[in-house]
Nanobody, 120 residues
Framework: QVLLVESGGGLVQAGGSLRLSCAAS????????MGWYRQAPGKQRELVAT???????TYADSVKGRFTISRDNAKKTVYLQMNSLKPEDTAVYYC??????????????WGQGTLVTVSS
């Protein structure tokens, strides 16, 4: 079984920083794109940032210039550095791997989510 486990969420004041981590575990032959999504109360889940195996990145307009996504392929880990946090960044943040090659084939995997709360 392939798991994605997030860490690093918490409570921070507006203007502060947090770093999220997401580590993949299990029998993994390869991981394609990885990304971070978030879901605020009463809203749909939205894309925050993605990163390819060759380190190409994309960001939601709302986080450009403040958030940085990175990955360590050897550690099967993706990170999200969040700076200049705003109250509107408050959400549950989910890690995603869109195609994980494992025993039995390839599949998409989601983490369980980590809560980020930004106080004003």
């Amino acid at each position: 079984q392939v798991l994605l486990v997030e860490s690093g969420g918490g409570l921070v004041q507006a203007g502060g920083s947090l770093r999220l981590s997401c580590a993949a575990s299990g029998i993994i032959y390869s991981i394609n794109n990885m990304g971070w999504y978030r879901q605020a109360p009463g809203k749909q889940r939205e894309l925050v940032a993605t990163i390819t195996t060759r380190y190409s990145t994309t960001y939601a307009d709302s986080v450009k210039g403040r958030f940085t996504i990175s990955r360590d392929n050897a550690k099967k880990t993706v990170y999200l550095q969040m700076n200049s946090l705003k109250p509107e960044d408050t959400a549950v943040y989910y890690c995603n791997a869109d195609r994980v090659l494992t025993v039995g084939g390839a599949r998409e995997v989601w983490g369980q989510g980590t809560l980020v709360t930004v106080s004003s």
